[in-house]
């Protein structure tokens, strides 16, 4: 925490450790966890509006009904990687996926 200008000003870290917990609780890591599903969500939901996809005509081409693709775009919790990919592939879009150790950090 600084102070300037007479406001307490704090890093986001400091924020995530009071709020949601250390990086190595669990809370944090389901905290994490869910964040990054949410953005998946979003890239898919911005990927179709780009193309110009109705959430009915990305189905189709994938083969699920409209309502998965909701559930996707608005966080990924039980998607397989194979759904993913079918959804990234029929947006023309590349899916680039990251794997690092746990508790490690690459750079």
């Given at each position: 925490m600084i102070e300037k200008?007479?406001?307490?000003?704090?890093?986001?870290?400091?924020?995530l450790n009071t709020f949601i917990g250390p990086p190595d609780s669990e809370a944090r890591k389901d905290f994490e966890h869910e964040l990054q599903m949410e953005v998946i969500g979003h890239l898919i939901k911005t990927a179709r509006k780009e193309k110009g996809y109705t959430q009915e005509e990305l189905g189709k081409k994938i083969g699920v009904q409209k309502a998965q693709i909701s559930k996707l775009e608005k966080s990924i919790k039980n998607a397989?990687?194979?759904?993913?990919?079918?959804?990234?592939?029929?947006?023309?879009?590349?899916?680039?996926?990251?794997l690092e150790p746990m508790g490690k950090q690459v750079s």
């Amino acid at each position: 925490m600084i102070e300037k200008n007479g406001l307490k000003l704090y890093s986001q870290e400091e924020v995530l450790n009071t709020f949601i917990g250390p990086p190595d609780s669990e809370a944090r890591k389901d905290f994490e966890h869910e964040l990054q599903m949410e953005v998946i969500g979003h890239l898919i939901k911005t990927a179709r509006k780009e193309k110009g996809y109705t959430q009915e005509e990305l189905g189709k081409k994938i083969g699920v009904q409209k309502a998965q693709i909701s559930k996707l775009e608005k966080s990924i919790k039980n998607a397989t990687i194979d759904t993913i990919v079918k959804v990234f592939e029929a947006l023309d879009t590349r899916l680039k996926i990251r794997l690092e150790p746990m508790g490690k950090q690459v750079s």
